[in-house]
């Protein structure tokens, strides 16, 4: 299993992808989807406090193409981060066709 700061890193890592990849908007966007504090994501990206399973569990959760795995699953800081841009890419997608089926519903 990974040690803490291994899986920080990795939250990061794919926090990363998905700002890169516009499938999160801003810490605050990612905050209100988690229901919690900015503040606190703004701690967690900084490497100032840890993140938690209940942390992770919400976070895939929000995004279901990424999985506890790629939190603790060694391998994944071997990935090449194509891999990674793929799935921040499927999740964005994923954003926008639910934003279309809501604006369909309108």
Do not use: W
Not at 97 to 105: S, Y
């Amino acid at each position: 299993m990974a040690d803490k700061f291994a899986v920080n890193d990795a939250f990061i890592r794919i926090y990363n992808s998905l700002v890169e990849s516009k499938a999160i908007k801003s810490k605050g966007a990612l905050a209100e989807m988690m229901g919690i504090k900015p503040s606190t994501l703004s701690e967690i990206v900084a490497k100032r406090q840890g993140i938690t399973v209940e942390f992770i569990q919400t976070f895939c959760q929000v995004f279901p193409n990424v999985t506890p795995n790629d939190f603790f699953d060694l391998k994944t800081a071997d990935r090449s981060d194509a891999i990674i841009e793929l799935q921040a890419e499927v999740i964005r997608l994923q954003g926008e066709l639910l934003a279309m089926k809501r604006n369909e519903n309108i």
